[in-house]
Every structure is written in structure tokens, then in C-alpha cells.
């Protein structure tokens, strides 16, 4: 049975159900009660309200102001002064201080952004982390079954390109889900994700392919649906730790198996 339901943006589907990335975000807030988190992308707030529920103060963002009111609306009494809402694009019209918060869940937003703004993103969330703070990230990844045709091109891209995942129209796979997507997407394996992180000077904890409850037919593949990892800011990053982000990321850093 599909479970997905449809954003009110054309951004793609959520899940109703919470996958294990979101799972461990939930449980490192509620093990941090006095922290303060931030949720980018948060939908309908699949992962804010849990965070709510444990007694955390977390910052829900999204693009879509009737996803933001739904979630007001889900709020259970007596929990609203936990939540804070923002309407707005992340990075570009949304930014906070430096060191602000204790973790950060970005759950399938990342591929929906263009090469150019990804450099942004990781930067941003890096500056706006407290030291040892961490985010947790999870995208569609190449293995689905939809996507089998373009299986073999990210595989050899992966030897050449900067952005092996990137796909410029993405109805050229899924025509009848295009409507509901933004044209082009970038799906990340594991292997991608931690290049990423670890450029932008991130500290990888864990990595894994996962598949999700109730997903469509036509994505399941094998298990590998889905790529997540969960990564820390370093607690004393050095002048060159720092100076390290300024780097372009190398075509031949995408040669990592």
C-alpha cells in the first residue's frame, strides 16, 4: 500500500512514517532537552512534531506556508511555545546566528537542489551548528526502481563527473510523478553523501541505505532506496579544518567506493 502523500509544492512526497535518520534526530533531541534544533523542509512535520512531544524547542521551515499551518494545527495543547515556524527558502532567505543550534534535520530537500546551491547549504548549516552539533541528512538515492535506466550512467559517472546523480528532467524516468517534482534532481548513494560531508568539514558518524514504510511499487528496488547519514561538527576545528571549505570540491573526489 502507498503511503506517500503528495507535497502542496510540487516538492516531491513525504512520508507519513518516520524513516531511521529521523528516528536518531528524534531521540539526540530528546536526549538534549535544553537544545535548541532546526527542521528545513519540515513538510507537514513528520519529525517536528515527535520532537515537540519529547519536550524539545525546535525551529520547523518550510517553502510552503499551508504545510506550516497544517503543523500549527497539529500541535498538541500546551506544546505550541516549543515551535517555532518560518516560511521561507533555506539558504537563501532564512539564516540565524552562528553556533545556534544543537542539531539539524534536512530529510529529502538536499536533491532537490541545483549543484551551485549545495555548496551553500553545507556551509550554511555548518556556520549555524554549535560545535559538535549534528545534522541529519537523507536523499533519494540512485537505486530505485524507477530510476534502473539511469542506474548504469550514475555508476559511470561516479568515475568522472562532480555530480554523478544529476538528472536534468527528471520526467524522463518518472513522467507520471513529473508533475509533483521540480524538473531537475540530484539522487546521492552513501558514498556521495560522505565526500560531501566530509569536504564541508564534517565529522561522518554514520551512513546507511535504507528503504522506507509503504513505499510505491514502482521505487522499490532492493533496499537501497533511500541514502542517509547522520555527521557532527567538529568541537575545535583548526584554521585549516576551517580554510578547507573554501575549496572547490574536485571532479576526482567523486572516484570514492
Not at 507537514?44 to 517553502?63: M, N, S, Y
Request: glycine share 6%; proline share 7%.
Amino acid at each position: 500500500m502507498n503511503f506517500y502523500l503528495p507535497t502542496l509544492n510540487r516538492m516531491g512526497y513525504m512520508s507519513p512514517a518516520l524513516d531511521e535518520i529521523q528516528e536518531s534526530f528524534v531521540k539526540y533531541c530528546a536526549a538534549n532537552p535544553s537544545g535548541l534544533f532546526l527542521d528545513i523542509g519540515c513538510g507537514f512535520g513528520v519529525a517536528t512534531l515527535p520532537v515537540i512531544e519529547k519536550g524539545a524547542q525546535i525551529i520547523a521551515c518550510d517553502l510552503e506556508s499551508k504545510h506550516l499551518e497544517i503543523l500549527k494545527d497539529r500541535v498538541p495543547i500546551g506544546k505550541h511555545s516549543l515551535l517555532t515556524l518560518m516560511e521561507g527558502h533555506f539558504p537563501d532567505t532564512l539564516t540565524f546566528p552562528e553556533n545556534h543550534f544543537d542539531g539539524i534535520n534536512l530529510s529529502m530537500v538536499l536533491h532537490f537542489y541545483r549543484p551551485d546551491e549545495i555548496r551553500k547549504v553545507f556551509q550554511e548549516i555548518f556556520f549555524f551548528l554549535k560545535p559538535g552539533g549534528r545534522l541529519f541528512l537523507t536523499t533519494s538515492s540512485p537505486y530505485q526502481r524507477v530510476l534502473l535506466p539511469f542506474v548504469p550512467i550514475y555508476e559511470t559517472q561516479r568515475l568522472t563527473n562532480e555530480w554523478p546523480g544529476y538528472i536534468s528532467d527528471i520526467a524522463q524516468y518518472v513522467p507520471h510523478r513529473a508533475h509533483l517534482l521540480p524538473k531537475e534532481n540530484i539522487v546521492f548513494c552513501i558514498h556521495e553523501l560522505c565526500r560531501l560531508a566530509s569536504k564541508f568539514n564534517f565529522h561522518v558518524i554514520e551512513a546507511t541505505f535504507f528503504s522506507r514504510e509503504g513505499i510505491p511499487e514502482d521505487l522499490s528496488l532492493d533496499g537501497r532506496e533511500y541514502s542517509g547519514v547522520i555527521c557532527e561538527k567538529p568541537s575545535k576545528p583548526t584554521s585549516a579544518f576551517l580554510e578547507k571549505a573554501k575549496a572547490v570540491i574536485p571532479t576526482n573526489a567523486a572516484k570514492m567506493r
